[in-house]
């Protein structure tokens, strides 16, 4: 199937003074024969990274991003549609795509999106944008005839408000990019201080430090024009300060770094509403030190905030509030909280402080709000299913129904995709008492025409189980392409210890999770909860036990290395980082420790080999029995040095792919592509001995026939491989 798309409608446009540029397009896409989805498909989805309403409500902005991997970038593209009947009219490129950047000033592979910001009329979206290596202030008209670039300051904009007559936007900034790259390049000649890396990762990579987010910023003005670009004078910054106060968006803005103390609610200042009327959350339990603690729903009737009324209902008491409003009569307060095992679950009600009385308005499982605005009696949201991707969806609150407004991805419409079951089973006891779930859940994605009666080999996919179902956390593992292909996927989620998120301090509580005298409780749980599901699975009867895979990212390769430990029920394994070693005590510096100390975080893994020799597969080859294919970031390849020498020492059977320019999760489009083909290539060949006859991939299959005779010499392996090379 061909990667690019026909796009016959919506384009979104960057213009100069003498030509445009097409960026993005949503084609229009008449109904056709359904057919099987393809990781071309889902490479190709289109999301979106942001999303505001206008003032009045009657339109909403989004910007809409889509990874192309023939050219290993991004299309990005502004649109603005209409909240009635969801038509869409392009408002300008996007820009380039840019990195998340943490608190410590580190990348970790995510996108971020800019915010847009709505002039006080309704008639302009004002927004960042990055191009040639500089963030810049934008505003795109409604109509989407106007496109204009705001500032050419020296250093790259940061944040950014309009005033309240809308003459005038107030942003930050702060060193310049000139001051910056100077600095740089005068290490580059001299050298870098150790102390200025926080990772030896960074020294490895391209020795060239990750610099914490600056915090010294400078206000600046310019007319909403784009004249008269100057530092603010007092009066400003004073604008700016309410600017931000009046748009505090609850941690969700992803072009800041989100601080601990904003997540769940718990920084969120009062909400008003018609008459001065006031809500806020006020922590249960002021003890509590967690980073979610309990906050309960709290308002008052009265301008100043005096006589609070607390709201006792159960539904008013969570660890993550994502949003609190009031009704358009300052009657009502209406909140959308996460709930269910590990707050996956979202939950909208309504709460009369007059009354006491609490609703339900809607409750869903399985499916994944990014952003909602109430509009009168709907809520306008960024919604995934488990089925489809990122819309906006309009949820009736009265009467309980959902429609899609806008889709940005017609595409799959034509798709056949796969049926889906939740299921559930116990998770481990929680013996060491950190407020585990005693349930954990997952979704069965069968192939087509699933015949019960049947074998199935199964891959699973073990770590967030919620949203649309496409390549799980770090986006490798084609879910969906996999059961299009004949497999069964489960798809698990962890459970993580709630409780004592909410209750006890950082360091306690990963001292605890990661106690080798207590059983290393966070590594057993994930593991034991994970085998817990696959045991569900059997007891069904489809599954063919002898052909069993499973990766992941992050904790989800922790959990699927330690099940080649602990464990003989994989006969392929995919892996995507390091898995645990004592490497990961040496990897930070002394700068890094201070740096997170910083941020919350004092707690350090020990040095002792003891401790690590307990969960380092590079100790136990002996109990490893399937093939392992690893696609690893460059700056996360020193992690795992010690396990792939040892592999190759003892002859197992492994494959190893370094990805340049790479963080923890993958951002480059051609990277990701190719990992979800090679993917599933992998486990086709293993669970399925099935090999892609295109002439391009004969070398892959040479290396992985060779693998699979040392395979055949594994006396763990589950499948008799020398039995099937012989029948060749």
Excluded at 405 to 410: K, T
Excluded at 649 to 657: R, S, T, Y
């Amino acid at each position: 199937m061909s990667l690019s798309l026909q796009a016959v409608a919506m384009t979104a446009w960057s213009q100069s003074s003498n030509h445009q540029t097409a960026s993005l397009t949503i084609p229009q896409v008449a109904d056709g024969p359904k057919r099987l989805i393809t990781t071309d498909d889902l490479i190709a989805l289109r999301d979106i990274d942001s999303f505001s309403l206008s003032p009045d409500g009657k339109k909403f902005a989004v910007l809409i991003r889509q990874a192309d991997p023939v050219a290993n970038d991004y299309r990005t593209g502004w649109f603005i549609g209409s909240t009635d009947d969801g038509a869409l009219t392009a408002a300008g490129d996007g820009g380039e795509a840019r990195l998340t950047i943490g608190v410590t000033g580190r990348r970790g592979g995510e996108i971020a999106g800019s915010p847009s910001r709505w002039s006080a009329d309704g008639q302009w979206i004002a927004y960042t944008v990055q191009r040639d290596g500089e963030v810049q202030l934008w505003r795109s008209s409604v109509d989407g005839k106007v496109q204009q670039q705001l500032t050419r300051n020296d250093a790259d904009v940061r944040d950014f408000v309009w005033s309240e007559d809308g003459r005038t936007l107030l942003f930050t900034v702060g060193s310049t990019r000139a001051s910056q790259r100077a600095r740089d390049e005068q290490g580059r000649r001299d050298g870098f201080r150790l102390d200025e890396f926080q990772f030896y990762t960074e020294v490895i990579h391209r020795a060239a430090p990750e610099r914490p987010v600056e915090t010294d910023l400078t206000v600046w003005a310019v007319a909403s024009n784009g004249h008269d670009e100057r530092v603010a004078d007092a009066a400003g910054k004073k604008q700016f300060e309410e600017g931000v106060r009046r748009g505090w968006s609850w941690g969700r803005d992803r072009s800041q770094p989100p601080k601990i103390e904003e997540l769940g609610g718990s920084a969120a200042p009062p909400v008003v509403g018609k008459n001065g009327v006031l809500a806020w959350l006020a922590r249960v339990d002021p003890s509590e030190r967690g980073i979610l603690p309990r906050l309960r729903l709290t308002a008052s009737l009265r301008p100043d905030g005096s006589q609070p009324i607390a709201c006792t209902a159960d539904e008013c008491t969570a660890q993550f509030f994502s949003k609190v409003w009031w009704s358009e009569d300052g009657r009502q307060v209406i909140f959308w909280r996460e709930e269910g095992i590990n707050l996956t679950d979202q939950g909208f009600y309504s709460w009369t402080p007059a009354s006491g009385v609490v609703k339900p308005l809607w409750r869903v499982l399985g499916d994944r709000f990014k952003e909602c605005e109430l509009l009168g009696r709907r809520l306008i949201c960024v919604r995934e299913t488990r089925t489809q991707p990122a819309h906006i969806a309009s949820i009736d609150t009265r009467a309980g129904r959902v429609s899609v407004l806008a889709d940005f991805n017609p595409e799959f419409k034509n798709l056949r995709l796969p049926r889906i079951e939740r299921f559930e089973w116990d998770a481990p006891p929680d013996t060491v008492g950190l407020g585990y779930p005693k349930r954990a859940f997952g979704y069965i994605v069968y192939p087509p025409d699933f015949d019960p009666k049947k074998k199935y080999p199964v891959i699973i996919s073990p770590y967030m189980a919620h949203g649309f179902i496409r390549g799980d956390v770090g986006d490798e593992q084609p879910l969906l392409a996999y059961a299009a292909n004949g497999f069964v996927v489960l798809d698990t989620g962890f459970p993580y210890p709630m409780g004592d998120i909410g209750a006890a301090d950082s360091d306690t509580l990963f001292e605890k999770m990661h106690s080798a005298e207590l059983g290393f409780p966070n590594m057993t749980m994930l593991l034991e909860s994970t085998m817990r599901a696959l045991d569900a699975a059997v007891a069904r009867g489809w599954v063919d036990s002898s052909r069993v895979g499973m990766g992941g990212l992050s904790q989800g390769t922790f959990a699927s290395l330690y099940a080649l430990q602990k464990y003989d029920r994989l006969s392929a394994v995919s892996v995507s980082g390091p898995g645990w070693s004592q490497i990961e005590y040496y990897l930070i510096t002394s700068h890094g420790l201070a740096t997170m100390e910083r941020a919350g975080i004092s707690w350090k893994f020990p040095e002792s080999v003891e401790y690590w020799r307990q969960v380092d597969l590079a100790d136990h080859l002996d109990s490893i029995e399937a093939p392992i294919l690893m696609h690893i970031a460059d700056r996360e390849s020193a992690g795992i040095m010690r396990l792939q020498r040892r592999l190759s020492d003892a002859k197992k059977a492994f494959e190893a792919f370094i990805f340049p320019d790479e963080y923890h999760e993958k951002w480059q489009p051609a990277h990701r592509y190719a990992i979800y083909n090679r993917n599933l290539d992998w486990y086709r060949f293993w669970l399925q001995d099935y090999e892609d006859p295109s002439g391009a991939k004969a070398d892959q299959y040479r290396r992985w026939r060779a693998l699979r005779d040392l395979q055949c010499l594994n006396p763990r392996s589950l499948r008799a491989y020398c039995a099937d090379n012989d029948k060749e």
